[in-house]
């Protein structure tokens, strides 16, 4: 389904007056709106492919309907929610469960709805029809030493395919670790990962960075190989300069800190990239920010923090992903409201007086330092979200035009009401 332009000049008219009045309200209340707007327009979220149809848990899955049956018709859903909000230009793909057979044609098609590839993802946590060996008791860390060759050489396979799409980065979550105590020696299952993942670097190109995604529990529930942050990062230093822990928001024990987790591994120079999501008990990959907003702007707050100490650039430095599931709403729809939120969390970290903050904390004025942050946070940065899009060509409203042009029931009539989107 294609958005015409026509269509949203028109959206916007129509939403126009009351836009510009909000958007006053909020320049007389936050300084510096224009330099914030430039950098929301610049700022690009990667939507995952495998998050374009309905999820499910172990208990069940309540399939929609229209969900793209092709990685071309991913493609187009990914093209669609750019179209609509200009914020999400680029796409990750899983492999094999995206296999781009004809790759020249597959770039062709997303460079023409103005989509890049962002990271491309191996997957040796489920076991393929025509696979030899099985990765029940790990890939990486396999004691069978085929296995992990089998897994090397996918993560190998994984990267020349990004080659092909023009991507730069593999991201390597591995589900490998132990459900009962004593299973595992872990000093040699680390080790073992570690000289698989040495293989997997050797291959990457000069350019290519390798991030390393840690996650506390699940598949495996005694113990995970890469289960934390330390452990990623522990990995992330011996491989060598291309290698960077990735924080997926829903990979934490409940409580942790992640706020300070980010801004140790920016100081650390080991922060490679993102997957948001929300959550209120463990991996729940719920739409971010829809749970937890106050804990997505600090680690906003932390990101443009110790990104403007380190002179990096926001766009452009880290990968920024989301990583979520849709049980109960329409995928699309869902993707809108995350990338907005993100959104929202970043221009209110970009709002906060960083001077005034700074001020507070050199003189142990705790109070002050808390009114700064709330106050930001507080401020409703809803107008210059919304003028950022206006002037990258969006939406002002992207999930109320989705829903006007009737976009679901216009690909339920293209697809089908019953289809099955690879994935999780
Ligand atoms: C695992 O929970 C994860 O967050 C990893 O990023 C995977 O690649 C993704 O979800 C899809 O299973
Ligand atoms: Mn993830
Ligand atoms: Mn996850």
């Not at 109320?400 to 989107?421: C, D, F, M, Q, W």
Request: net charge negative; glycine share 8%; charged share 25%.
């Amino acid at each position: 389904m294609l958005v015409e332009s026509y269509k949203i000049a028109s959206h916007n008219d129509s939403l126009l007056k009351g836009h510009e009045n909000k958007l006053a309200f909020t320049r007389s209340e936050i300084a510096g709106t224009e330099e914030i707007i430039q950098k929301l327009v610049d700022f690009q979220i990667a939507i995952p492919s495998w998050a374009l149809g309905t999820g499910g848990t172990r208990f069940g899955r309540f399939a929609g309907g229209g969900e793209p049956r092709t990685l071309e018709e991913k493609i187009e859903d990914v093209g669609l929610l750019h179209t609509l909000n200009k914020a999400s230009g680029a796409i990750s793909l899983h492999i094999p469960w995206d296999i781009p057979t004809d790759p020249k044609a597959i770039r062709a098609l997303a460079a023409q709805h103005g989509l890049k590839f962002d990271a491309v993802n191996s997957n040796t946590f489920q076991d393929q029809a025509d696979q030899e060996h099985t990765y029940k008791f790990g890939s990486l860390q396999n004691v069978n030493k085929a296995i992990r060759k089998q897994a090397i050489d996918h993560n190998i396979e994984v990267i020349k395919h990004g080659i092909e799409l023009g991507s730069d980065s593999l991201t390597v979550w591995l589900s490998d670790g132990s459900c009962f105590p004593g299973q595992l020696n872990f000093r040699k299952a680390y080790q073992n990962t570690l000289e698989s993942l040495q293989e997997i670097y050797a291959a990457l190109p000069d350019d290519w960075k390798i991030f390393v995604e840690y996650k506390a529990f699940e598949p495996n529930f005694y113990s995970m190989t890469v289960g934390d942050w330390g452990q990623s990062l522990s990995y992330a230093r011996k491989l060598g300069d291309k290698a960077y822990t990735l924080v997926d928001l829903g990979h934490h024990l409940p409580n942790a800190n992640i706020e300070q987790i980010v801004s140790l591994l920016l100081m650390e120079e080991k922060l490679g990239g993102f997957h948001f999501n929300d959550s209120k008990y463990g991996d729940d990959d719920l739409t971010a920010g829809s749970v937890k907003p106050y804990q997505l702007f600090l680690i906003f707050n932390e990101l443009v923090e110790g990104m403007d100490a380190r002179g990096m650039n926001h766009a452009k430095d880290l990968g920024w992903m989301i990583d979520a599931s849709h049980n109960v709403k329409d995928p699309l729809e869902d993707l809108l409201q995350s990338v907005e939120a993100i959104m929202i969390a970043y221009a209110q970290a970009l709002s906060v007086d960083r001077k005034a903050l700074e001020d507070a904390q050199e003189n142990n004025d705790v109070v002050r330092a808390q009114e700064i942050l709330q106050n930001a946070f507080r401020t409703d940065v809803r107008a210059i979200v919304a003028e950022a899009r206006l002037r990258a060509g969006a939406a002002l409203n992207p999930v109320a035009l989705y829903r006007e042009l009737k976009v679901r029931e216009n690909l339920i009539a293209e697809r089908g009401l019953k289809t099955v989107s690879t994935g999780l």
